[in-house]
C-alpha cells in the first residue's frame, strides 16, 4: 500500500459512526476512505421486513456520511467478486470490515481476507457488534457455556472496550468510484403495501438510537425490571431494531447502562443482563452453529412437531387465531415488524405447544417479519420457548395466552391497541394491520371477531402427552 492508495471501508451491520472499530481503524491509516455497502446474495435473500429495514438503515446512513464530506458507495454482487474490483478500480491497499458470527458469514469472510491477502490487499476483520468475542468466553474446563447465568457470571466483571467517538469528517478521495442507486435495488418491493405502515413505526439510525437510550436510562429503566412484561406499556428501550444494524453498539448499552447501575438506577442491572443475553445467543451460534436450522439438542431432533403450514398456522400468522394476546401480538408484529418481548414467547409458546408446529416455521415467519430480526436472537429465542434448545424453558411449561393477558394487561391496553373488532372508534394502530395486511387475506376492521382455532386444554394436553411419549421414546 502506497501513501496516496486509499482503503476500503466494508459496511455491513455497522451503520453508524461512534464506537465504530473498523472506521477508527481506516481512519488511523491516514489514507482517504471509501466507504462500501454490498448487497451480496446473503443480505439479498433477507427477509422482507429485515431488508425492507436494511434499505432504510443504508439509506439514512448514506445521508449522514454526507454530512461528514464523504459518500456511500453501493454495489452489487459477490462480495469478493465485489471488492475485487473496487481495489482495481481505486488502488485501494486495505480493506477494513466488522466481523459477522453467523456461519455463512464467515465463510464468506474468510474467503475474502484469504483471496485478499493474497493478491496483496491488507483485509483486516475488527469487533465492535459484540462485547466479548465468542471465542474469548470459555468455562473453567475450556469449553463453551451451556447455560445463561454461569455465562453471566463470567462476563459480568469483564473489561468491555471503551467506547469511540465519532469523527467529524472522513478523508476523502480525490476521486469516488461509480455507485450504484439504492432506488434501483427496491429494498422494499416485498413488503408490498405494507412498507409504508412499517416504516411509520421505524427509529432509524444513530441519532435516533443514541436518543433513544438517553431516554431510556433518564426516565424508564427504573421501572424496566418490573414493567417490562407489559406490553401495553413504554417500560423496555425499544432498541433492539437499532442494535440489529448496528445503528448503536451494545459497548455504549452496557457502559451507559452500568453508569446508571452505579447511580442506583433499579432496572440498570437487569437490563445489562439483556445485553448479555444477546451474547449469550452469539456464543451458542457460533460454537454450535446448527442451532440456526436444527433443534439444538440432539434428542429433540424426532420430536413429532408437524411441518406444515396448516389452516391453523395460517391463523396464527395473520391474528386470527380467536386468543387476544396472540392475535394482538402478530398484528402488531405486521404492522410495525417488531413485537414486545413477553408477547414473543406467549405466540412461540402457542404455536409450538398448543398448535404442535416446529418451530422453525415460527423461526422463518420472524425472519420474514422482524425489522429487527437477528439470527442469533431469533434462533435462539424460539429454541428457547419451544425447549429444544440450550438452557430451555421445559417443553411442559404452556403458556395460557388468556392467563397471561390477565396478568400483563389486566386492562386491555396492548390488545385494545391492536385488534379493531367490536371496538367503537379502534385507534389507529389496530386498523394500520388491516392497511398493512395483503389483500388476498380477506381481513376487515368490521369483520367479526375469529373463533379460537383450537381449545387451549385440547392443545395442552395434546401437546403434553406428545412430551411424555418422545420421552418415553429415548
Known amino acids: 500500500m502506497n501513501n496516496s492508495s486509499p482503503v476500503i471501508w466494508w459496511i455491513r451491520r455497522d451503520l453508524r459512526l461512534c464506537d465504530n472499530p473498523a472506521l477508527t481503524a481506516a481512519i488511523a491509516s491516514n489514507r482517504a476512505i471509501l466507504p462500501v455497502y454490498i448487497l451480496d446474495e446473503q443480505d439479498a435473500a433477507l427477509g422482507a421486513a429485515p431488508k425492507f429495514r436494511l434499505g432504510l438503515g443504508v439509506e439514512h446512513f448514506a445521508q449522514e456520511l454526507a454530512k461528514a464530506g464523504s459518500r456511500l458507495i453501493l454495489r452489487r454482487g459477490r462480495a469478493l467478486d465485489v471488492l475485487r474490483q473496487l481495489v482495481a478500480e481505486t488502488g485501494a491497499?486495505?480493506?477494513?470490515?466488522?466481523?459477522?458470527?453467523?456461519?455463512?458469514?464467515?465463510?464468506?469472510?474468510?474467503?475474502?481476507?484469504?483471496?485478499?491477502?493474497?493478491?496483496?490487499?491488507?483485509?483486516?476483520?475488527?469487533?465492535?457488534?459484540?462485547?466479548?468475542?465468542?471465542?474469548?468466553?470459555?468455562?473453567?474446563?475450556?469449553?463453551?457455556?451451556?447455560?445463561?447465568?454461569?455465562?453471566?457470571?463470567?462476563?459480568?466483571?469483564?473489561?468491555?472496550?471503551?467506547?469511540?467517538?465519532?469523527?467529524?469528517?472522513?478523508?476523502?478521495?480525490?476521486?469516488?468510484?461509480?455507485?450504484?442507486?439504492?432506488?434501483?435495488?427496491?429494498?422494499?418491493a416485498a413488503m408490498r403495501r405494507g412498507a409504508d405502515v412499517v416504516a411509520r413505526y421505524c427509529r432509524v439510525g444513530e441519532a435516533a438510537a443514541l436518543t433513544r437510550l438517553d431516554e431510556f436510562l433518564e426516565d424508564t429503566v427504573d421501572v424496566y425490571k418490573e414493567r417490562r412484561d407489559f406490553p401495553g406499556e413504554d417500560a423496555t428501550s425499544g432498541l433492539s431494531e437499532n442494535l440489529a444494524w448496528g445503528e448503536i453498539s451494545p459497548h455504549r448499552m452496557w457502559h451507559l447502562g452500568r453508569a446508571a447501575m452505579e447511580r442506583g438506577s433499579q432496572g440498570a442491572e437487569h437490563f445489562l443482563k439483556e445485553v448479555a443475553w444477546r451474547e449469550f445467543a452469539y456464543h451458542l451460534m457460533y460454537h454450535s452453529p446448527h442451532m440456526l436450522t436444527s433443534s439444538w439438542r440432539d434428542e429433540w431432533q424426532a420430536f413429532p412437531w408437524a411441518q406444515d403450514i396448516t389452516p391453523q398456522v395460517l391463523a396464527w400468522q395473520r391474528g386470527q387465531t380467536g386468543y387476544d394476546f396472540i392475535d394482538a401480538a402478530m398484528r402488531e408484529l405486521y404492522a410495525t415488524g417488531k413485537m414486545h418481548n413477553r408477547a414473543r414467547m406467549i405466540v412461540a409458546s402457542f404455536l409450538t405447544k398448543h398448535l404442535m408446529t416446529h418451530w422453525k416455521i415460527g423461526m422463518d415467519w420472524f425472519a420474514e417479519t422482524l425489522v429487527d430480526w437477528d439470527p442469533a436472537s431469533n434462533a435462539m429465542g424460539w429454541q428457547w420457548v419451544a425447549g429444544s434448545g440450550p438452557d430451555a424453558a421445559p417443553f411442559f411449561r404452556v403458556f395460557n395466552p388468556s392467563g397471561q393477558l390477565e396478568k400483563f394487561d389486566p386492562l386491555g391496553a396492548y390488545t385494545g391497541r391492536w385488534i379493531a373488532e367490536g371496538q367503537d372508534g379502534p385507534p389507529q394502530t389496530a386498523l394500520n394491520f388491516f392497511d398493512a395486511a395483503p389483500v388476498s387475506w380477506g381481513l376487515s376492521p368490521g369483520s367479526p371477531r375469529a373463533e379460537p382455532v383450537i381449545s387451549l386444554k385440547q392443545g395442552r394436553d395434546r401437546a403434553l402427552t406428545a412430551y411424555h411419549g418422545a420421552r418415553e421414546n429415548r
Not at 465468542?134 to 472496550?161: D, H, I, L, N, Q
Request: net charge positive; hydrophobic share 40%; proline share 7%.
Open 93 to 188: 491497499g486495505a480493506v477494513h470490515w466488522s466481523r459477522l458470527y453467523d456461519p455463512k458469514a464467515i465463510t464468506r469472510d474468510t474467503e475474502v481476507k484469504q483471496q485478499l491477502s493474497a493478491q496483496g490487499t491488507a483485509a483486516r476483520s475488527h469487533g465492535g457488534r459484540l462485547l466479548f468475542e465468542p471465542w474469548t468466553v470459555e468455562t473453567k474446563t475450556g469449553g463453551m457455556y451451556k447455560v445463561y447465568t454461569p455465562f453471566w457470571k463470567a462476563v459480568r466483571g469483564r473489561s468491555v472496550t471503551s467506547l469511540l467517538r465519532a469523527p467529524a469528517t472522513l478523508p476523502a478521495p480525490e476521486n469516488w468510484p461509480v455507485s450504484e442507486d439504492l432506488i434501483a435495488w427496491d429494498m422494499g
